[in-house]
């Protein structure tokens, strides 16, 4: 076993600061929170006397402390505290993922740019189901949190708990909660809670239950230092907030075509995220000649939707890259994708690819399913006049649902030089022909 390098574990008083200035507490409101003196918080800070084991615990109750994030905090506090791994993060304090998130390089940059830069206060994200929402708005919880040291207030049905944070004063994250659950409209207790402290508030889903813009909008107002990242299938239409699509991966376009390079098709973010995950399933797989038309055709069929990719590359443990390339429209549907956020797979089931996107598609209201139909029926890409007329409603009325759809990831338009027209998800065309 190769050794592992060592770096110095952060001594208690350290640690203690550091907690309490990402919860955005005082002194005196961290001793009011324990029951522990101010003195004795100032004097443990300052490394003058030792914590007692009692007085480490009710400290890690009032921080709200979890996990692996408490387990370091008393083990510090109580002289145990041993070094860790190089590269590790000694004060855990935003969530993380298994894997990397891969070709959203982008993205990210430009969101956390963003809100730390204060060029932007609010990101609301939507897209289709499956596209990665609640994996980027970890990533840029994550970034902001290591960049900004903010502490991140985490609420919805994501794939990270708010209890692995470790953050968050208790009675801040309660009313948080409060505030979306009951969509109470009067937010002045959770304002004088965050006051001017610096947060990252992220809202996973909260949108799609009906979550309360109001609040949103207030809070936002009277808390100048707090940053909002939502995300939603459909646009949360919040004043003053421009809504941001999460586009599928990009497929190998004719660039791949005209040059042959393996090189360039290694870059497409898709084909990356495909290889990526066929190396975990496969250890030591590599992307060759032999596989590169399979991966192209898969990464095409798929749309380069994260979900189906990787539901793609677990196939591969039964099948081959181009039995799945082969795979008629049903039986791609078919293959099991990652279930749903908030959904139980011992009661639901596991999800597949078709299950995924027709899910979003039944979320839509009535018209808005009547509009795809009707563009579903084109063989090629319609203008979108072509689709008014074969609506037969006026131009305007088809303008505004189609911006809908597209803040929805259902539809993407192509700007010509003459004309805008307008492209479907293949596997929306599929599921849809199969109903």
Same mark, same amino acid.
């Given at each position: 076993?190769?050794?592992?390098a060592?770096?110095e574990a952060?001594?208690?008083p350290?640690?203690?600061?550091? &907690?309490?200035?990402?919860?955005?507490?005082?002194q005196?409101t961290?001793?009011?929170?324990?029951t522990i003196?101010?003195?004795?918080?100032?004097?443990l800070?300052?490394g003058?006397v030792n914590?007692r084991?009692?007085?480490?615990?009710?400290?890690?109750?009032?921080?709200?402390?979890?996990?692996l994030s408490r387990?370091?905090?008393?083990?510090?506090?109580l002289g145990s505290?041993?070094?860790?791994?190089?590269?590790?993060?000694? @004060?855990? %304090?935003a969530?993380? %993922?298994?894997?990397a998130? *891969?070709?959203?390089?982008v993205? #990210?940059?430009?969101m956390v740019g963003?809100?730390?830069?204060?060029?932007r206060?609010?990101?609301?994200?939507?897209?289709?189901?499956?596209?990665? &929402?609640?994996?980027?708005?970890?990533e840029?919880?994550?970034?902001?949190?290591a960049?900004?040291?903010w502490p991140?207030? @985490?609420?919805?049905?994501?794939p990270?708990e708010?209890?692995?944070l470790g953050?968050a004063?208790?009675?801040l994250?309660?009313?948080?909660r409060?505030?979306v659950? %009951?969509?109470?409209?009067d937010?002045?207790s959770? +304002?004088?809670?965050?006051?001017r402290?610096e947060?990252?508030?992220?809202?996973?889903?909260?949108?799609d239950a009906?979550?309360?813009?109001?609040?949103?909008?207030?809070?936002l107002?009277y +808390?100048?230092?707090?940053? $909002?990242?939502?995300?939603s299938r459909?646009? @949360?239409?919040?004043t003053? #907030?421009q809504?941001?699509?999460?586009?599928?991966?990009?497929?190998?376009?004719?660039?791949w075509?005209?040059?042959?390079?393996?090189?360039?098709?290694?870059g $497409?973010?898709s084909?990356?995220l495909?290889v990526?995950?066929?190396?975990?399933?496969?250890?030591?797989?590599a992307?060759?000649?032999a596989?590169?038309e399979?991966?192209v055709?898969? +990464?095409?069929?798929?749309?380069? *939707?994260?979900a189906? *990719?990787?539901?793609?590359?677990?196939?591969?443990?039964?099948?081959s890259?181009?039995?799945?390339?082969?795979l008629?429209?049903?039986?791609l549907?078919?293959?099991?994708?990652?279930?749903?956020?908030?959904a139980?797979?011992?009661?639901?089931g596991?999800e597949?690819?078709?299950?995924?996107?027709?899910?979003?598609?039944d979320?839509?209201?009535?018209?808005l399913?009547?509009v795809?139909?009707?563009?579903?029926?084109?063989?090629?890409?319609p203008?979108?006049?072509? /689709?008014?007329?074969a609506?037969?409603?006026? *131009?305007?009325? $088809? $303008?505004?649902?189609?911006?809908t759809l597209m803040? +929805?990831?259902?539809?993407?338009?192509?700007?010509?030089?003459?004309?805008?027209?307008?492209?479907?998800?293949?596997l929306?065309r599929?599921a849809l /022909?199969?109903?």
């Open positions: 076993m190769v050794p592992t060592e770096v952060p001594s208690f350290e640690l203690l600061r550091h &907690k309490r200035v990402q919860a955005g507490l005082t005196r961290l001793a009011d929170l324990s003196s101010p003195r004795t918080i100032r004097a800070e300052s003058r914590a084991m009692q007085t480490v615990r009710l400290l890690a109750d009032a921080l709200r402390l979890e996990g387990e370091l905090f008393v083990n510090a506090g505290g041993r070094p860790g791994p190089a590269g590790t993060d000694p @004060w855990p %304090s969530p993380r %993922s298994v894997n998130l *891969l070709g959203r390089d993205e #990210v940059r430009a963003a809100l730390a830069s204060d060029h206060r609010m990101i609301s994200m939507s897209g289709l189901p499956g596209v990665g &929402k609640s994996r980027v708005a970890t840029v919880a994550v970034r902001l949190s960049r900004r040291g991140v207030l @985490w609420i919805g049905s994501g990270v708010v209890d692995g953050t004063p208790g009675s994250l309660k009313a948080l409060l505030l659950e %009951s969509r109470a409209r937010v002045s959770v +304002c004088r809670l965050i006051g402290s947060v990252l508030l992220v809202l996973d889903g909260v949108a009906g979550g309360p813009v109001v609040g949103v909008r207030d809070l107002a +808390c100048p230092g707090l940053r $909002v990242v939502s995300t459909t646009p @949360w239409q919040v003053g #907030v809504g941001t699509v999460v586009p599928p991966l990009a497929v190998p376009g004719p660039d075509e005209a040059s042959g390079s393996l090189d360039v098709l290694a $497409v973010p084909v990356r495909l990526d995950r066929l190396s975990e399933v496969r250890p030591g797989f992307l060759g000649r596989e590169a399979a991966v055709r898969l +990464c095409r069929r798929l749309d380069g *939707l994260p189906a *990719l990787e539901a793609a590359a677990a196939g591969s443990r039964v099948l890259l181009r039995q799945l390339a082969d008629p429209d049903a039986h549907l078919d293959l099991p994708a990652a279930t749903r956020s908030g139980d797979p011992r009661t639901t596991p597949t690819i078709g299950g995924l996107v027709l899910a979003g598609f979320r839509l209201d009535p018209a399913r009547t795809l139909r009707e563009l579903v029926a084109f063989d090629a890409a203008t979108v006049s072509e /689709a008014a007329e609506l037969r409603r006026p *131009l305007n009325q $088809v $303008v505004e649902d189609l911006g803040g +929805c990831g259902f539809v993407r338009a192509s700007h010509e030089e003459a004309e805008t027209r307008l492209h479907l998800p293949d929306l599929a /022909a199969r109903r």
